[in-house]
Each structure stands twice: as C-alpha cells, then as structure tokens.
C-alpha cells in the first residue's frame, strides 16, 4: 500500500506521516521536501524527486517493507500520476489525500513552528502557504487528492485515515 499526503506549507504533512508510518506494520516514510532539500536544486525536481522515491522503495522493499507513506506538496494531477505509475505495482494499493485545514489555522502552526526555529521564516513561509493554499483549493475533483481535514490531534488523525483505508 501507498499512501500519499500532498498539502501546503504547515498544514502537517510530516507530523502526520510519521505518526502514521509508526501505526502501520513493514512502513517506511518518505519525505518528499527532505529528498529535494539539496544545494544546488535540481534542474527537473519532479524527475529528481520522483527518481529517488523510486530507488528508496525499491530499496525498502528489498528489505521486507510493504507499506510507504509519502509526504510532499504535488501541484499537478500528472505529477500524482507519474509517482503513482513509477511506485504502484497493478495489484499495489494506492491512496492519495489532499490535506485541508482552515487558512487562520494552519497560518497559527506555521507561527507556532516558527518559534520553535532558529531562523524567523514566518514571513516568507506565510506567502508559501498563500500559494500552495489557493492552488490547491482551486482544485477540481479529487486528481491533488481526496480531502482530508487534519484539524484533529495526529492520533484521531491516524485513526480515520486507517479506518477509511480498512
């Protein structure tokens, strides 16, 4: 099984990753911003991204695991469809969830993870968010994702999303 949370800046894509790649047994997490974070970038960072989850699951799977939970921000519905077509076997479940939470409050966890920082980003990260937000709110259908409000406490999380993946 795959399963893919794709949404802006500070909504939680990490912190729920985590708490559910801990909940599902032969689970690996792969963090899409932490495999692009690289210096210089990438000239094709879809391609760069997308080819490295590639050989990371491939990697794992070699090792026995069977479940990966990916977090990343994807703004196209054929970027969702490359991933899928590179790391989704045919008889492989795939899931992908467009994380959404009201605009004040995900504004409040980009501050309140700012204050926990060394360098104040808030400013720059705020006008991040307000592009990643309206795009993906612009959205038609569910190609960025099914939605998926995130506005409960990571374990309450973990739990709908296990439960409406049974």
């Known amino acids: 099984m795959i399963i893919v949370l794709n949404g802006p800046l500070g909504i939680g894509k990490s912190t729920l990753a985590e708490a559910l790649s801990?909940?599902?047994?032969?689970?690996?997490?792969?963090?899409?911003d932490?495999?692009?974070?690289v210096n210089p970038p990438p000239l094709d960072v879809?391609?760069?991204l997308?080819?490295?989850m590639a050989q990371l699951v491939a990697h794992h799977r070699r090792f026995g695991y069977r479940h990966f939970v990916i977090n990343h921000l994807w703004e196209a519905e054929a970027d969702l469809e490359d991933l899928r077509r590179r790391l989704a076997g045919p008889d492989e479940r795939w899931a992908c969830y467009r994380l959404t939470l009201d605009r004040a409050e995900n504004?409040?966890?980009?501050?309140?993870?700012?204050?926990?920082?060394a360098l104040d980003e808030r400013a720059g990260e705020a006008g991040i968010f307000e592009r990643e937000h309206d795009l993906l709110n612009r959205a038609v259908g569910n190609g960025l994702g099914e939605p998926f409000d995130v506005s409960d406490p990571p374990g309450q999380l973990v739990e709908r999303l296990l439960a409406k993946l049974g």
């Open 22 to 32: 801990e909940s599902i047994d032969r689970c690996a997490m792969l963090d899409g």
């Open 34 to 37: 932490a495999l692009v974070a």
């Open 46 to 48: 879809r391609e760069h």
């Open 50 to 52: 997308h080819a490295g």
């Open 107 to 117: 504004l409040a966890r980009i501050a309140r993870r700012a204050d926990a920082r």
